[in-house]
Structure formats: C-alpha cells, structure tokens
C-alpha cells in the first residue's frame, strides 16, 4: 500500500515535471520564434505589430493592445477593433536599457494568468524592447548618414553656385562699372558691346537662378507638372525658334510628326526638358555637327531621343549624368550649373516617364518616354469643323 | 504735362519701383508708387490711374486680390509683375481682371510695349475700337468678317474665324486659355486646352508664313496666347 503511494507520487511527480519540461520547451520555442521574426527588423511599425501577435498566439487571450511611446507614439490593437473598456488583467512594460518604450496590455477573462505565462510575456516584451532599440539606432544612424550626405551635397552646390553665380556678375560689374565711368567714349562701337553684355549676363544669372529653384521644388516634392494634352511638335518648335540664335554653330534636324497623339504634358516644363537636353548638346557636341530629335509612339508610351555627335560617355558614367552636380568634365572647363539633366530627370519622373543615356554609333543620345495615358484616358479627339464662313 | 498719362506702380521692392519710376517718368509719364496692397488701392481710388502696375507677392496680401477688389469699381488695365514658375498665379490674376503680364526680371522695351498695349485698350474701351486689323501682311475686317493674305482672301472655317476675331480684336493682349475657350466655345468647354491647339495650328498654317515660328499668333507657356498686329 505504502509502497503504491509512493510509487504512484513519484509516477505524480514525474508527470508534473514532464509538463514543466514540455511547457518549457513550448516557452523556448516560442521565445525562439519571436526572435526570428524580429530579426532584421528596422521598423518599429512592424516590430509593434509582431510582438503583438506573439502575444495573442501564446496567450490566447481576447485582446491586446500595444503602445509605443516616443516621439512618434504609436498604437496597435488585435484584433484591430478598439479595447474592452475594463481595465486589463495584464500590463506588461516594454522596458529597454535607456527607458521606457511603451506597455502591451492583456485582456483574458477565460483562464487566469499563470506565473509562468506572465514571465513568458515579460520576455518577450523585453526581446521587442531590443528590438525596438536596435531600430531606432538604426534609423538614427541612417539620419545621420543623410545629414552628412546632404551636408556634402550642400558643399558641392555652394562652390558650384558661388562660381557660376560670380562669373556672370564680375562681367556685369566690369562692364556696367566701366560704361559709368569715362572710360567708354559715347559712340565707341565698345558701348554697345558692354551693354549687350550685360544684358546677356543678366539673362544667364536668371537661368542659373531658375535652374535652382527648380531643383529644390523637385526635392522636394512640390513639383508638381500641370498637365494638359498638348501638341509636342509645338513645344519642340517653340523651343528651337527661341534657342536658334545658340544654335547657329550646328544642325538641328527635326522629325517630330504634328501627327503624334496628344501628350498629356506640363506645356512649360516639357519646353524645359528640350532646353536642356539641347543646351547640353550644343554644349558638349562640335560645331558644325547634327543634333536630331526624333519621337515615335510605342503602344501607349511616347519615345523621343536627342541625339547629337558629340563624345560619347563612359558606360560607368550613363546613368550617373543624371545625378545633381555629376559632371565628367572637371567643372571649371564647362559652364553651367551641373543640374540641367538632373532637372529634365525630375521632369520626366514626375510625368510617370524614364530617361537615360546611351551612346550610339556616333555620339550620344537622351531618350525619354512619357506614358499617353493619362488618369487612365487617352488622347482626345476632336470636335469636327467642317463648315466655313 | 497734366495730360500726361498716369501710372501707379504697386510693388514692395524699392529698387524695382526706382527703376519703374525712373524709365517711365523719363518717357513722359506720370508715375505714383505704393509698396503695400492697402496703399494701392487707395490710390487707385483716390487718383484714378490710367495703368496699374501691380506686383503679385506683395506684403500685405495677395496680389490676385487686390485685382479682384480693383475690378469691383474700375476698369483701368491692370498689368502684373511676378517672378517665373507662377504660371498658376498668372492665369488666377488674368482670370480676375488683370489685362497682361510681365515676369521678372523684364526687358524695359517689354514693359513699355505693355504700357502701350493697355493704354490703346483702354481708350478703346470708351468706343474707339478700329474695326479692321493689320498685322504684316494680314488684313482682318471684323466688321465685313474678311481675312486677307497680301491681297488674297483666306478660307477660315467658323471656328477659326471667331478664334482670330477674339484674338484680332484683343490685339496685343495676353488672352488665357480659359477666357479664349469660354469666349469662342462655351465657358463648358474651358478646360479643352486641346481645342485651343489644334485650331491655333490650323490657323497658323493658314496665316503664318512659317508655323513653327509664328509672328502673329504666340504662345504664352503655361497661360495662353497672343496676337501681335502693327501698332
């Protein structure tokens, strides 16, 4: 009898242990799993949210919320409906070496709460407390990164506008300075020179200044094209007629149909785009050689190329022209601010369309497309007018 | 010099109205300035310009309201001043009354044609309007509804006949998209820019000698278009 009382505590005993060993177990993995779902996490959104679900999965409780304090406080709730008004029967701080970074509160009526679950829970909330350290780590040193990349590219645009900006004006002040004194006679044929100087000067400083101001717009998000359906050979015309006077050291071959479909386009910043690709082939391309601009459609997108007979570009160095201050040149052999392409890019992007480079057979070549669905329509077509006067 | 046409100069910057000052009074005009949107209306009201040349980022308020209030009691031109890439401004100000526009930094010899541009229309405006049109070598009778090349007739269509006649009779001046569809379509059709160019092109194939590169009929990017004739 003693001896069955015994055995049957010790059969007793061994059960209980077995259970703590399996529930044990059940903890390590879970705790296990819970680690490897946060690993590589870099996003305290998504961390929140994985934690919470642990939580549910282990608990099985009715409810969890999870509060994230901080400078951006966030909240998450599962299921993702708002939490039972009583107070809950668990709160669990997410507690981390250098404070407090939020609680996951437990709602569970059902079963009480055992120890050993409650410890369980502590864990993990102090698993996602490092995970959550180790995101914002991360995204402070990414922020730190970009102030330093930034403060670079600052440096970059300061020289390069500072000297692009001097250039024109110490011709302004020479010549404005010199027609003020008595230096020029009244009708010196110099006169007019000077004045014709700084009247291009000023136009230049203008330029410079636009270009700027567009690139900033661009980065930061506030460029934002005003779309119409236009006619694209009309934009390329208008484009030419005004730069024909730099254009007379080359040919300017043209083979845009007026036939094309309309363009869904922002009439001023597609004129840009053309300036500039053009002024970059006048710039870089010989006198006397051909520049083309060509377009032809291509299932619902539009396909045009600048192309000219200038040197071709390293294929290391295609994509990165298009980059703000990129320049293969050393920058005091080539005029201009370095953000004329990086304009046409952000043009072109915020059309929904691409741009690159490529060289061909004898020089290089801009292509870019814009999509002719536009807000889900295309092109429109037009009222008849068959009656005369 | 009493008879000396009167301008008032509404623009915060000290050196733009110095120079504005300067080149007008020299040209013979008599020249008022104020630097706040406030202070130009009440000008305007009190002296009766015959042109107001008014800047559109002022301190005080904004410069498409001060046309709207100008608009409420007088119909003296109003010509805008403003910087590049505020095409959206522009148009707002044409659409409330403002007769033409200038963008900064200016050509003098541009805002003298201006200033020419709205004093013709402005005498116009009481009665005078010349009903035949010369731009080169095209006659535009907008009484007999006649388009002539040198001594030849053109064959316009409709459409394109009340398009130029709008244009023709608004000479000068900068006409926006959105008044030049409401005006010769319908105030529904305003925002079929695409209306506008294809019929400007097909006009300019009748009556420009070489499309791509018009004389007569320009573009303003971004806000509309222009009819240049002989002054």
């Known amino acids: 009898m003693v001896v069955a009382v015994v055995i049957s505590q010790l059969v007793g005993r061994m059960q209980a242990s077995l259970i703590a060993a399996t529930a044990r177990e059940r903890e390590a993995t879970q705790l296990y799993e819970l680690s490897i779902a946060l690993t590589g996490l870099h996003n305290e959104h998504a961390i929140a949210q994985i934690l919470a679900r642990q939580v549910q999965e282990v608990s099985q409780g009715e409810h969890v919320e999870l509060n994230l304090t901080g400078t951006e406080p966030f909240s998450f709730h599962l299921p993702e409906v708002s939490s039972p008004i009583r107070p809950p029967e668990l709160t669990v701080s997410i507690q981390a070496a250098r404070g407090n970074l939020g609680?996951?509160?437990?709602?569970k009526s059902a079963t009480p709460i055992a120890s050993g679950e409650k410890r369980l829970l502590e864990t993990f909330a102090s698993q996602?407390?490092?995970?959550?350290?180790?995101?914002?780590?991360?995204?402070?040193?990414?922020?730190?990164?970009?102030?330093?990349?930034?403060?670079?590219?600052?440096?970059?645009?300061?020289?390069?506008?500072?000297?692009?900006l001097r250039t024109p004006l110490s011709t302004i002040k020479a010549a404005s300075s010199s027609?003020?004194?008595?230096?020029?006679?009244?009708?010196?044929?110099?006169?007019?020179?000077?004045?014709?100087?700084?009247?291009?000067?000023?136009?230049?400083?203008?330029?410079?200044?636009?270009n700027l101001l567009d690139m900033s717009r661009i980065e930061s998000g506030a460029f934002k094209p005003k779309r119409e359906w236009n006619i694209l050979s009309e934009i390329v015309g208008s484009v030419l007629a005004r730069m024909r006077h730099s254009a007379d050291e080359h040919k300017i071959e043209i083979d845009v149909s007026e036939n094309l479909p309309f363009?869904?386009?922002?009439?001023?910043?597609?004129?840009?785009?053309?300036?500039?690709?053009?002024?970059?082939?006048l710039k870089y391309a010989p006198s006397n050689t051909l520049i083309r601009i060509r377009a032809n459609i291509q299932n619902d997108t539009i396909h045009v190329q600048v192309s000219n007979q200038g040197p071709q570009v390293p294929t290391e160095h295609l994509e990165r022209i298009f980059d703000k201050f990129y320049r293969i040149t050393a920058a005091?052999?080539?005029?201009?601010?370095?953000?004329?392409?990086?304009?046409?890019?952000?043009?072109?992007?915020?059309?929904?369309?691409?741009?690159?480079?490529?060289?061909?057979?004898?020089?290089?070549?801009f292509n870019?497309?814009?999509?002719?669905i536009w807000e889900g329509v295309s092109a429109p077509s037009l009222p008849m007018d068959t009656e005369t006067e | 010099m009493s008879n000396a046409p009167h301008i008032l100069v509404i623009d915060d910057e000290p050196q733009i109205q110095r120079a504005i000052r300067t080149i007008l009074t020299e040209k013979g005009f008599k020249v008022t300035t104020a630097s706040r949107g406030e202070e130009g209306l009440t000008l305007a009201a009190t002296n009766e310009p015959?042109?107001?040349?008014?800047?559109?980022?002022?301190?005080?308020?904004?410069?498409?309201?001060?046309?709207?209030?100008?608009?409420?009691w007088t119909q003296c031109p109003i010509i805008i001043l403003s910087v590049r890439d505020s095409e959206r401004d522009k148009v707002a100000a044409l659409d409330k009354g403002a007769d033409d526009y200038l963008t900064k930094p200016f050509g003098i010899e541009e805002l003298l044609a201006r200033v020419r541009v709205a004093l013709r229309h402005s005498t116009s405006r009481q009665g005078t309007q010349s009903k035949v049109i010369r731009a080169g070598s095209l006659m535009i009778d907008l009484a007999w509804h006649i388009v002539k090349r040198g001594d030849e007739e053109v064959k316009l269509t409709a459409t394109e006949y009340k398009l130029l006649a709008y244009l023709a009779a608004n000479h000068g001046r900068v006409l926006t998209h959105q008044s030049i569809l409401t005006n010769v379509w319908d105030p529904a059709d305003a925002n079929h820019t695409e209306y506008l160019r294809v019929y400007m092109r097909q006009l300019r194939k009748k009556l420009e000698a070489d499309p791509e590169r018009?004389?007569?009929?320009?573009?303003?990017?971004?806000?509309?278009?222009?009819?240049?004739?002989d002054e």
Not at chain 1, 103 to 107: A, D, H, N, R
Not at chain 1, 180 to 200: F, H, M, Q, T, Y
Not at chain 2, 217 to 227: D, K, M, Q, S
Request: net charge negative; aromatic share 6%; glycine share 8%.
């Open chain 1, 103 to 107: 609680e996951i509160l437990l709602w």
């Open chain 1, 128 to 164: 996602g407390a490092l995970a959550l350290e180790r995101a914002r780590l991360a995204q402070a040193e990414s922020r730190a990164k970009v102030l330093e990349e930034s403060d670079h590219l600052k440096s970059i645009l300061l020289s390069s506008v500072s000297h692009e």
């Open chain 1, 179 to 210: 027609l003020r004194g008595n230096e020029v006679g009244w009708d010196s044929p110099a006169r007019v020179e000077l004045i014709e100087a700084i009247d291009d000067e000023a136009d230049h400083l203008n330029m410079l200044v636009g």
């Open chain 1, 263 to 281: 363009v869904p386009v922002d009439y001023v910043q597609m004129e840009q785009v053309f300036t500039n690709l053009v002024s970059n082939s």
């Open chain 1, 332 to 365: 005091d052999r080539v005029t201009g601010t370095g953000l004329g392409l990086s304009i046409c890019k952000g043009i072109i992007e915020a059309h929904g369309g691409q741009i690159w480079a490529e060289n061909i057979p004898d020089g290089l070549a």
């Open chain 1, 368 to 372: 870019f497309t814009i999509p002719l």
């Open chain 2, 50 to 72: 015959d042109i107001v040349i008014l800047d559109l980022g002022l301190p005080d308020m904004d410069g498409v309201e001060v046309c709207t209030r100008l608009r409420e």
């Open chain 2, 214 to 229: 018009p004389q007569f009929i320009l573009t303003e990017p971004g806000i509309g278009y222009r009819f240049i004739a």
